[in-house]
């Protein structure tokens, strides 16, 4: 278990990178962003532009070269997670946070607090791959 807190938020990191176009993509008519792997879902900017969303595997948002400058590019994730780390957290507060039940006569109420944390954000290397024409 960590000590930290953060691991239980519940909503939206962003992660943001400034980068030049690489030289390997100076001849590509459109430009594939890779994520080996994220949670759970993510909106990607570059310049200023919305490129796509991506929530599901493959993590895959392809886009026009032309978004991309020779220097001075700027990457903007927002990455919107799921709530069940935060219904862990509330569970082992014993916090009142159900509104809803679970319909299940033998299971008298829903229970996370032995859950265990689950992965959030970007997770592994994220990589720009070219058409290469």
Excluded: C
């Excluded at 519940?10 to 594939?32: C, E, M, Q, V, W």
């Excluded at 082992?92 to 992965?119: G, M």
């Amino acid at each position: 278990m960590t000590d930290s807190r953060s691991v239980f938020y519940n909503g939206t990191g962003i992660y943001t990178a400034n980068f030049d176009r690489p030289k390997l993509l100076k001849n590509s008519s459109y430009i594939r962003l890779l994520f080996s792997d994220l949670r759970d879902m993510a909106e990607v900017s570059i310049n200023g532009k919305t490129i796509g969303r991506t929530w599901s595997v493959p993590y895959i948002i392809d886009f026009d070269s032309h978004i991309l400058k020779p220097k001075g590019n700027t990457i903007t994730i927002r990455v919107k997670n799921l709530a069940t780390n935060r219904i862990i957290w509330m569970d082992r507060q014993k916090l009142n946070w159900q509104e809803s039940y679970i319909a299940d006569p033998k299971k008298s109420h829903f229970d996370a607090a032995d859950w265990e944390i689950v992965p959030s954000g970007i997770i592994g290397p994220v990589k720009l791959i070219g058409d290469d024409k």
